[in-house]
RNA sequence: GCGUCGGUACUCAAGUGGUCAACGAGGGCAGACUGUAAAUCUGCUGACUUCGGUCUUCGGAAGUUCGAAUCUUCCCCGGCGCACCA
């Protein structure tokens, strides 16, 4: 317990609002905090990323605070200007029910939806979705242009002569006004959220006269600042199966490594502190993996996506899950491929070739023919690409 | 509405009558190297091909020309400036 609650205001995050001594009061005291984390559902998927804040609202969750999830279904409409090249999508009520349906089974795995403190889901069309023009007004009048051009992002378009739209300004603003709305004592985001919701700390305190705290999540990057998921490949989906998951975190940089333990698993950060030094980055990226899997799924799935991967990689043994296809006897190579969607047009099948990209690991040789005929066995595409040639 | 600049492949971005399937960068895909990666180096990155070529692409449509991404006209979309309205 004492030790849950030393970690519980300083892993992962990056800074707290208006400080860690207000909060730390606060919960010292035993109140019971309202505590909530906006997620706009804009996909189908929650990521790692979301993962990070929702994790420590299950720490929160296990103190006896209540939490919220809030589904940004109307500022979603809107689109963050965080994101600058999110076009604004217009999403329908059933495309977010079926988000939401998505989201709840993905988060279930980390908070609780039932029993005795259920996190609660709310909408935030509920009340932004009713104001009138006044109400906006008014709402707006809180706020100046000066304090919105503070963020970066509208600094730069600035700079750079981008237009910046006037419902780009609202976004703070809706977004702030959820924490009135909902009168929380607190909010959770990633730290690229910050500006957002020091928004709703202002509003807070100049319509409620309430001191809303922030807690601001580190974001999981590595040590020259690149984030995770810039290149899609390996944003890791709360959706992905065990064998995905890992095979991911595998393919992430060394530097990643440190943050990936303190963000997203449970091993004390002292244990941390003591293994960063001792191991190879490749086992301790192991370890990583399994235990990121673990918590997602359990140590089951994470041992058996481990073999797998060992099987892949490390072995050069072909995995289980090869695709396998049927093919006739007098079938080209080629077309088998194309057929099944191995490679996407002749041309690319020729360059694969070309450049020794495909080997028949039954006899360990690279087809060189553009054109040759099939031979049934094990085909390596690349590094990852796998499938298994039945001739019928 | 007026003026002006622009719309090029996955993205950014050259090219401004033939040498353009289109420079370059990023991304992606492969190969080498390795500790899985990353980094680095190399190749590829519209499709089809009997490997000689052929076909389709530069916002859209029409036109000028032997020949257009490049010129003309009209249209659509975006930036910036100005005006109008209030």
């Known amino acids: 317990m004492e030790k849950t609650n030393n970690e519980l205001l300083t892993r992962g995050i990056s800074s707290i609002y208006p400080n860690r001594e207000f909060l730390e009061n606060k919960i010292k005291k035993g109140e019971k ?21 929702i994790k420590k609202l299950s720490e929160l969750q296990k103190e006896g605070h209540k939490i919220i999830l809030l589904m940004g279904d109307f500022t979603a409409m809107i689109g963050d200007p965080t994101d600058k090249g999110a076009a604004r999508k217009q999403l329908t009520h059933k495309q977010v029910m079926t988000n939401l349906k998505n989201y709840k089974k993905q988060a279930s795995s980390l908070i609780s939806f039932t029993g005795k403190n259920p996190a609660q889901i709310k909408f935030n069309s509920k009340w932004l979705g009713k104001m009138n023009f006044e109400e906006v007004l008014s709402l707006a009048s809180n ?12 600094k730069k378009r600035v700079e750079e002569e981008k237009p910046i739209y006037l419902h780009e300004f609202m976004y703070p603003l ?12 607190g909010e959770i985001g990633g730290n690229d959220q910050t500006f957002n919701m020091l928004c709703g700390r202002d509003l807070m305190k100049t319509i409620s006269g309430k ?14 600042g690149k984030k995770m998921g810039k290149t899609e490949g390996n944003m890791i989906a709360l959706s992905d199966t065990p064998e995905e998951m890992y095979g991911k975190v595998m393919s992430w940089t060394d530097g990643m490594i440190m943050p990936g333990f303190e963000l997203c698993t449970n091993i004390p950060m002292s244990e941390l502190e003591a ?29 058996e996506a481990q073999e797998n991967w060992e099987k892949t990689f490390s072995k050069k043994e072909i995995p289980e899950d090869a695709q396998e296809i049927k093919a006739n006897k007098n079938e080209l190579l080629v077309d088998v491929f194309l057929k099944n969607g191995i490679v996407a047009s002749k041309s690319e099948f020729r360059r694969l ?38 001739i019928s």
């Open 174 to 185: 809706m977004q702030g006004y959820d924490s009135v709305a909902m009168k929380v004592d």
């Open 33 to 53: 905090l309202t505590i909530y984390l906006g997620i706009d559902p804009t996909g189908p998927t929650l990521h790692l990323g979301h993962a990070i804040p």
């Open 211 to 224: 001191e809303k705290f922030v807690i601001t999540m580190k974001l999981l990057e590595d040590n020259s």
């Open 275 to 303: 293994i960063d030094k001792s191991f190879n980055p490749r086992d301790l990226k192991m370890r990583l993996a399994k235990e990121i899997v673990s918590i997602f799924y359990n140590e089951k799935k994470a041992k």
């Open 353 to 390: 070739v070309e450049s020794g990209a495909i080997t028949n690991l039954n006899n360990n040789k690279k087809v060189s023919l553009v054109n040759g005929g099939v031979t049934d066995g094990v085909y390596r595409t690349g590094k990852k690409r796998f499938c298994k040639i039945i």
């Open 143 to 154: 706020m100046t242009v000066q304090q919105m051009l503070e963020r970066d992002m509208f």
